[in-house]
């Protein structure tokens, strides 16, 4: 049986939450035992000295006293015993007869001390100490112990088992949820695939602010680039319709004049109509040129992107274009603020949106009017702003004139595509910012708005 990913997923988070499991449990097991037993340890050793020292200072009677006086009939575990060369007790509590007599004196031992009767079954930690020919040992049982050692070890078996249930039960929510929003996923991309451009990942946005997982992020990276590719579809059927609509009538224009041009006799006459030809085919190339610009645009990576100091860089639009705006009967101002931070921009597209920017306000401010550029720093932004003193653009047209071939009813008697401010939008883009159409009153403002930090 082929298993699924999401399955193969939630053993393996089983898988390692049981050897997580096992690994504390050994770690505790461990724990508990090494100090048990160092305990012991300290405990027999002491009191193995504390004896030793009442021989050496009282003899064999004094000891035997100590012994009798330590015992603790209730505490059948305590070993205080003499043990005679032949093993068997002559003092104190302990096993009748002992195999001790044949070993080295040791400081501490675990171990059986006797073959003889229940004794052989029951292991003790233990020291044994020689005092004479005889055999001083001291220690304790390890009944009481190795009772709680199985203790601990039934309840962290139980505990192990208790994990291994919810591991399980945690794997299979898991399971559900992981293919529930996988599927979700999948559903979307079938959606698209099959030509719905306007399928999404359901409740992207809500979830990214109660959790904010991989899942979230996935589907709001997913809704975000589903959206872009429905919008440059959009545009794309918009540019395609725009460009055989805008060609249509320069071409129509065009192949007239030049029949116009073929079936004139006179030179005079045949010299007027081949330039009419060539005015028709300058607008045919404008459009194409602007249009091979946005796409250059759109398609400029961000490292091509080169850090620019926006002051100098509009105090040389100002002197380029200053001297064309007087000469148009209109007044030109440059109100830059010094205080602008260099920005990473795109020098030669940035000064094409401004020029076209001036080149709008240059056609609908009229005579006499007035053209200011400006440099401003604002909302952590730079506003690299174009206005004018003209009839402006309603705020319900000027979503419009930012599309491709949006060209606005006032504007058709003027020549031009419709183009230019579709370039603007695709520069300040390239910029991560965006471009603000606003009233000037009278006039229109025109701005690109560039963040600083980007």
Known sequence: MRLTFTTRIALLAIALALTSNIVLVAFVWKLVHDDAI???????????????????????????????????PADPAHILAVIAPDGRRVAGSGPDFAHVAALQPTLFEIGRMSDWQLWAEREAGYAVRRIDANRLVSGR?????????????????????????????????????????????????????????????????????RSGDAFDRLATRLNAMLDKTERLMTELRIVTDGLAHDLRSPLARLRAKAEAAVLQAEPAQREAAMGGLLIETDLVMRILSTMIEITRAESVPRDRLAPVDPVALMEEIAELY??????????????????????????????????????????HAGQGGAI????????????????????GIAEADRAQALRRFGRLDAARSLPGAGLGMALVEAVARLHGGRVELGDNAPGLVAAVVVPVSG
């Open 38 to 72: 160092a305990a012991l340890r300290r405990d027999t050793i002491a009191e193995s000295d504390a004896l030793v020292a009442v021989y050496r200072t009282g003899g064999l009677a004094a000891l035997q006293r100590t012994i009798a006086e330590r015992r603790t």
């Open 141 to 209: 049982l390890l009944d009481d112990w190795e009772q709680e050692q199985r203790g601990i070890e039934r309840a962290l078996l139980a505990a192990m088992a208790l994990s291994l249930a919810l591991g399980i039960g945690g794997g299979l929510v898991v399971t559900r949820y992981v293919g529930r929003r996988l599927n979700s996923v999948a559903d979307v991309i079938e959606g698209v695939a099959s030509g719905d451009l306007s399928r999404r990942v359901a409740n992207a946005a809500a979830d990214m602010v």
């Open 322 to 363: 200053a001297p064309v705006v007087e000469d148009a009967g209109m007044r030109f101002e440059a109100v830059i603020d010094r205080g602008v931070p260099r920005l990473v921009l795109h020098r030669e597209l940035l000064t094409q949106a401004l020029a076209n920017l001036i080149d709008n306000a240059l056609r």
């Open 372 to 391: 200011t550029l400006r440099l401003a720093l604002a909302d952590g932004a730079a506003r690299f702003q174009v206005e004018d003193r003209g009839p």
